[in-house]
């Protein structure tokens, strides 16, 4: 449901793809990918802190159902 | 003294009167003794509550009367919650009661909970070292409470302005009253059952002491430690902290503050995007340079030992050749011819190889310069990789027909070597 990287994830990504471009001595083709990677992970964290819109969902049981648990968007 | 043709009328004064007691005067919780004790026909119930010096007449509508617990006994002791008003026909003061506890009970209750508390303190659960940090970035939040209460509307005030990327999931349950525990419970037991949530705040706005009964419900307290994820109270009261409270990894006094405390603040965040961006480049940048120097000092070692080799070479031969006997020159001449006329080739191939190898990390080197501020092909350099990504170094990298990219400033193209 939500495997789709998110913020957190592209923060922490980035602050480890700085460390090893500052720290490691990496062969030329890593060096470039990891900073090509970083390039693309910075633009997307910068788009979600830009446009994001917190969504809010209750969560129903349906106890009938065998207790299934589903989301229904829930107005903020 | 106002004059005679100012006087008011009763009625008004009755009026101004009641006005005034009703709208300045907060809902109070009064501990008293209960005489007169009077039901009406109508189910209005009617009595005074006193102590050693004061007395005060008492209402309790059918409405409220029909759902009170607590039964209303001559000289029973209570609590009970009311607000003053005033009866205009009469001008009599009333205080007008919409909850009774029986004060035996309220002494009962806060037995309870201490009894509570030294049973999880003996489990250990009220241990601090037990207690989790929470996410740094968290993803969805389950937030446990009524929907019909503020404490959603409030969180969401607050992610919008701290951190608008949060989602949250909202699981009702009652928060006060009979059913609230058992609710409150099952639905901390939904948590490991919703995917990707990383952190759960429980709470309820502001109360009455009695409202916070459930975050003092020993079920509760255990169901928030038998937690998978974190946990944050926000039991919505300044002053009382309650069993909740303190199994929970986070007290928050509001459930606005649970927020502030679980999400972080969206202008650091766009400082810490902003300090990655300024390391990024000049971190390749070195990183890129520091492998050049590596090739280069790598180069200079492999040349001079090589060299080294060759000159020992050198002198062994001619060591040899001039240690011959003189009877032997005969059978050694034209071996001796053939050494030297090897030594001489010997000398340019090891010294092609050695161009040849110097060439290309030279090439390589030059390369690294050429890639190292990215931009920098904007000088009209370009880098060919394969279709795995790896760079095509040598002329011997590229096979013939076979595809490669080859990467220009402002992006790439595909290219294919000739087949002849």
């Given at each position: 449901m939500t495997t789709q990287p998110t913020l957190g994830d592209d923060l922490k990504r980035l602050e480890e793809i700085v460390r090893r471009l500052e720290a490691d001595d990496l062969p030329i083709e890593e060096a470039l990918q990891i900073f090509e990677e970083g390039v693309g992970r910075l633009r997307?964290?910068?788009?979600?802190?830009?446009?994001?819109?917190?969504?809010?969902?209750?969560?129903?049981?349906?106890?009938?159902?065998?207790?299934?648990?589903?989301l229904e968007p829930l107005d903020g | 003294m106002s004059g005679l043709d100012e006087a008011w009328s009763v009625s008004r004064l009755a009026r101004v009167l009641k006005d005034r007691v009703e709208s300045e005067f907060p809902a109070t919780w009064v501990k008293g003794e209960l005489v007169g004790v009077k039901r009406y026909p109508s189910g209005h119930v009617y009595f005074g509550l006193r102590d050693e010096l004061a007395k005060i007449d008492c209402t309790?509508?059918?409405?409220?009367?029909?759902?009170?617990?607590?039964?209303?006994?001559?000289?029973?002791?209570?609590?009970?919650?009311g607000t003053p008003s005033v009866w205009e026909e009469r001008s009599a003061l009333r205080f007008n009661i919409v909850q009774v506890l029986p004060a035996s009970a309220v002494g009962a209750a806060a037995q309870n909970v201490e009894r509570i508390k030294q049973a999880l303190l003996a489990d250990g659960l009220l241990d601090p070292a037990r207690k989790r940090p929470l996410p740094a970035y968290p993803r969805r939040i389950a937030v446990?409470?009524?929907?019909?209460?503020?404490?959603?509307?409030d969180i969401i005030t607050v992610a919008r302005r701290r951190w608008p990327a949060i989602e949250l999931l909202v699981i009702?349950?009652?928060?006060?009253?009979?059913?609230?525990?058992?609710?409150?419970?099952?639905?901390?037991?939904?948590?490991?059952?919703?995917?990707?949530?990383?952190?759960?705040i429980i709470g309820r706005g502001g109360g009455a002491k009695e409202d916070l009964a459930a975050f003092n419900d020993e079920a509760v307290c255990r169901a928030i430690a038998a937690s998978p994820i974190p946990i944050i109270s926000a039991v919505g009261h300044e002053v009382d902290v309650t069993l909740a409270d303190l199994v929970a990894d986070l007290r928050?006094?509001?459930?606005?503050?649970?927020?502030?405390?679980?999400?972080?603040?969206?202008?650091?965040?766009?400082?810490?995007?902003?300090?990655l961006e300024a390391r990024m480049r000049p971190a390749l940048h070195a990183s890129l340079s520091r492998r050049r120097e590596r090739l280069e000092r790598t180069r200079d070692r492999m040349a001079s030992a090589l060299l080294q080799r060759?000159?020992?070479?050198?002198?062994?031969?001619?060591?040899?050749?001039?240690?011959?006997?003189?009877?032997?020159?005969?059978?050694?001449?034209?071996?001796?011819?053939?050494?030297?006329?090897?030594?001489?080739?010997?000398?340019?191939?090891?010294?092609?190889?050695?161009?040849?190898?110097?060439?290309?990390?030279?090439?390589?080197?030059?390369?690294?310069?050429?890639?190292?501020?990215?931009?920098?092909?904007?000088?009209?350099?370009?880098?060919?990789?394969?279709?795995?990504?790896?760079?095509?170094?040598?002329?011997?990298?590229?096979r013939p027909g076979a595809p490669f990219t080859l990467r220009v400033s402002d992006g790439t193209i595909s290219a294919r070597r000739d087949t002849t």
């Open positions: 997307t964290a910068k788009a979600r802190l830009a446009d994001a819109e917190t969504r809010v969902q209750q969560v129903l049981r349906d106890t009938a159902e065998d207790d299934v648990v589903r | 309790i509508w059918r409405s409220v009367a029909a759902r009170l617990k607590t039964p209303i006994t001559e000289g029973a002791e209570v609590f009970a919650l446990i409470t009524s929907v019909a209460g503020a404490v959603v509307r009702n349950a009652a928060v006060q009253g009979d059913h609230a525990p058992g609710e409150l419970v099952a639905a901390l037991e939904t948590l490991p059952r919703l995917p990707g949530v990383d952190l759960c928050a006094a509001t459930p606005s503050q649970a927020a502030e405390f679980a999400l972080p603040e969206h202008t650091e965040i766009t400082r810490l995007v902003s300090s060759l000159r020992t070479a050198e002198r062994r031969v001619l060591a040899a050749a001039s240690a011959l006997p003189a009877g032997l020159e005969r059978h050694v001449r034209r071996p001796r011819e053939r050494v030297a006329t090897l030594a001489a080739r010997l000398e340019p191939a090891i010294t092609r190889r050695i161009t040849r190898y110097l060439a290309t990390l030279d090439r390589d080197a030059a390369k690294l310069h050429a890639l190292s501020p990215l931009a920098v092909l904007g000088r009209g350099y370009a880098m060919a990789t394969d279709d795995e990504g790896h760079v095509l170094r040598r002329t011997s990298d590229f």
